[in-house]
């Protein structure tokens, strides 16, 4: 799918600054900050305002393109990754990296399905997974 496709799907107007921060992010293999898609985003379009690309990474998260993660040091991180996944968080960096697991996603949906949680819903489950890395270069 194109990113015009993928925008028009999500009834947003297609312009050349939410095309570049879609370019931007689709490049990455991590979880990029706000900051890193600016810088990204910068090298075609130098005039940009930080706050347009907050703005569109708002718009884009809200219409379901992109999801944030949140670190536990605060830090917004973004994922364009929208295939059920889960998280490795290193907490000594705030690195995150994607985890899969069917069986795990399994196990989970199948123990929430029955657990009753008065007066909750569950649309969706993602765990984080929080620790340390062994090496950095995972």
Request: aromatic residues 10%; proline residues 2%; charged residues 30%.
């Amino acid at each position: 799918m194109t990113y015009q496709e993928l925008l028009k799907n999500v009834k947003l107007r297609v312009t050349p600054q939410r095309i570049a921060v879609l370019d931007a992010i689709s490049q990455r293999t991590d979880h990029p900050s706000a900051e890193d898609i600016s810088n990204a985003v910068r090298l075609k379009y130098p005039n940009i305002a930080i706050g347009t690309i907050y703005n569109i990474l708002d718009t884009f998260s809200k219409t379901g393109i992109i999801n944030h993660v949140k670190t536990d040091k605060g830090s917004m991180l973004y994922d364009f990754i929208l295939e059920k996944h889960h998280h490795l968080y290193c907490n000594n960096t705030d690195r995150i990296e994607d985890y899969y697991d069917e069986e795990l996603d399994t196990l989970l949906e199948e123990y929430f399905k029955k657990k009753k949680i008065n007066g909750f819903t569950i649309d969706d489950i993602k765990l984080q997974l929080v620790g340390k890395f062994k090496s950095q270069n995972l």
